[in-house]
């Protein structure tokens, strides 16, 4: 199938660690119409942290927390806030994915562990990526149960309808200055990864602040991950910020893909997210920079959603504001029609209105 070392069949799963799941799971399936799928905890037999399963066509989130005072994930939670622990890569081959990454010089995290119950065995293993994140490794192709040995099916009478996600289109992480390049180059080294595009502070910057980005992304494209790092302006880069807050690199954020961008948006605001603002005057000019779009025009400024274009199509694209109590990750919202870039063309009308925010939180 593939001449890679590391043949990658997608995004498996992303784990966050956070203060309390059991809430965090009903936020996530009452604002972004995620579907229960399957728990952990201690009527599990687990008396170290409690497990969330939740999906929307194939973007999978685990929502996991402490249960004991001296959990390591309490400690996490209690370094970085909520965020991600765990970008979970499905793979043909566990063992193989962790030998040749780990053989090319990747941090080991969890040796090959096999995981057993009566549907079959799940492989697991993994490397650590910036900061405290981890790639984990999961091979599944002689399991047939629900999600994973040590979870049972969660199958509440609760269930509000989903919103129309499709998968994880792309997954960002934030790392520290001049630390971006050392990044993917781990990336190209370690995981087989190539350079799918990057841009420069002369693409990300206004008059205050900017950072730089470079995406790498493994053979099939499946999996992107652009790495950003922060870029010398007359105020704090909202990088900084970042990493100020977390307390070291860690994810930023995760943009959902969805085909009806106006109906995903729509009812996301209806049931409490909040998005960035964009600027009044953004609108005046997208006609003459992305030309003819099938969507109303009107109705994209009513809702805030960004449009941009390259040589292969367009996007349609919005940001929330953060979904946490520091300023750390949040979520996108895309819809391609063609385009494969990353809305270069909005960063800065983006930027003007993430500096406001800044400015809001005493932090620019
Ligand atoms: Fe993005």
Do not use: C
């Amino acid at each position: 199938m593939s001449n890679s070392f590391l043949p990658i069949f997608g995004t498996d799963f992303v784990e966050f660690y956070v203060g309390n799941a059991k809430q965090a799971a009903y936020f996530y399936q009452t604002a972004f119409g995620f579907q229960p799928l399957a728990y952990s905890g201690l009527e599990t037999g687990d008396k170290e942290k409690s497990s969330y399963v939740l999906r929307q066509g194939k973007a999978t989130l685990v929502l996991t927390a402490a249960l004991s005072p001296d959990s390591y994930v309490g400690e996490h939670q209690k370094k970085h806030g909520d965020g991600i622990k765990f970008i979970a890569l499905w793979v043909e081959d566990a063992r193989k994915a962790f030998e040749e990454t780990t053989k090319r010089g990747a941090k080991p995290y969890l040796k090959p562990t096999v995981l057993n119950d009566e549907n079959g065995e799940v492989v697991k293993s993994g490397i650590y990526t910036y900061g405290e994140t981890v790639h984990l490794f999961i091979e599944r192709k002689n399991y047939k149960g629900t999600f994973m040995p040590g979870f049972v099916d969660w199958n509440p009478e609760y269930k509000p309808e989903e919103l129309g996600f499709k998968y994880v289109d792309h997954l960002v992480g934030n790392v520290g200055w001049n630390e971006m390049d050392k990044t993917a180059q781990f990336y190209y080294d370690v995981m087989g990864f190539k350079k799918f595009a990057s841009f420069d502070d002369t693409d990300i910057s206004t008059e205050y602040t900017a950072l730089q980005s470079t995406v790498v992304a493994n053979e099939n494209e499946r999996i992107k991950f652009p790495i950003n790092e922060p870029a010398k302006g007359l105020k704090k880069s909202q990088i900084e910020e970042y990493i100020d807050f977390y307390g070291g690199p860690g994810g930023q954020h995760i943009a959902l893909a969805t085909d009806d961008i106006i109906h995903t948006v729509s009812e996301l605001k209806k049931r409490g997210v909040e998005f960035l603002y964009v600027p009044d005057d953004y609108y005046d000019s997208v006609s003459e920079r992305v030309g003819k779009i099938d969507e109303d025009l009107q109705v994209l400024k009513s809702l805030g959603i960004l449009v941009d274009k390259d040589d292969k199509g367009y996007l349609l694209q919005i940001f929330t504001k953060p979904v946490e109590d520091r300023p750390t990750f949040f979520f996108e919202i895309i819809q391609r029609k063609g385009g494969e870039s990353f809305g270069k063309g909005n960063f800065k009308a983006l930027f003007v209105s993430i500096e406001k925010e800044q400015e809001r939180r005493g932090t620019l």
